[in-house]
């Protein structure tokens, strides 16, 4: 058991060493988007055509809210989708960090204490997980 202990820290150690070699990330999506201006003399205006665009925007979630940014060159374009497929592979990295930690956390021994618990050392414990929830 402790050399599979061993080799899922060193597992752990891999993803770590792949998360701090991460560049910039951001989450959400780039999507191109196709308007209509409004004036009833554009070709827009036309049943079948597509409107004016497309224009590119970046779309993502911030405090409940969905934000939405237009870049507004090719290079602005390209510089969110390097940082959106970062972002993909900082989550997929995120999930293999945990994933490998709940193993180690599973295979790792108790220690045993030399004492078992006290009413003092019981009311402890449950002001910490109190404070901890933030109670």
Same mark, same amino acid.
């Given at each position: 058991?402790? $050399?599979?202990?061993?080799? /899922?820290?060193?597992? !752990? =150690?891999?993803?770590?060493? #792949?998360?701090? !070699?991460?560049?910039?990330?951001?989450?959400?999506?780039?999507?191109?988007?196709?308007?209509?201006?409004?004036?009833?003399?554009?070709?827009?205006?036309?049943?079948? =055509?597509?409107?004016?665009?497309?224009?590119?925007?970046?779309?993502?979630?911030?405090?409940?809210?969905?934000?939405?940014?237009?870049?507004?060159?090719?290079?602005?374009?390209?510089?969110?989708?390097?940082?959106?497929?970062?972002?993909?592979?900082?989550?997929?990295?995120?999930? #293999?960090?945990?994933?490998?930690?709940?193993?180690?956390?599973?295979?790792?021994?108790? #220690?045993? $204490?030399?004492?078992?618990?006290?009413?003092?050392?019981?009311?402890? /414990?449950?002001?910490?997980?109190?404070?901890?929830?933030?109670?």
């Amino acid at each position: 058991m402790p $050399e599979q202990l061993s080799a /899922l820290e060193s597992d !752990r =150690d891999a993803v770590v060493q #792949q998360l701090a !070699r991460l560049g910039d990330f951001r989450p959400g999506s780039v999507t191109a988007a196709f308007r209509r201006c409004g004036k009833p003399s554009c070709h827009c205006a036309q049943a079948k =055509d597509p409107g004016h665009g497309p224009g590119f925007q970046l779309t993502y979630k911030t405090g409940g809210k969905t934000v939405t940014e237009t870049l507004p060159s090719r290079a602005a374009v390209e510089k969110a989708e390097r940082e959106v497929t970062e972002f993909r592979r900082f989550e997929q990295l995120s999930r #293999q960090w945990i994933q490998v930690n709940q193993k180690i956390c599973r295979l790792r021994p108790v #220690q045993k $204490e030399p004492e078992g618990w006290n009413a003092e050392g019981k009311k402890r /414990l449950l002001r910490s997980i109190r404070k901890s929830r933030g109670k």
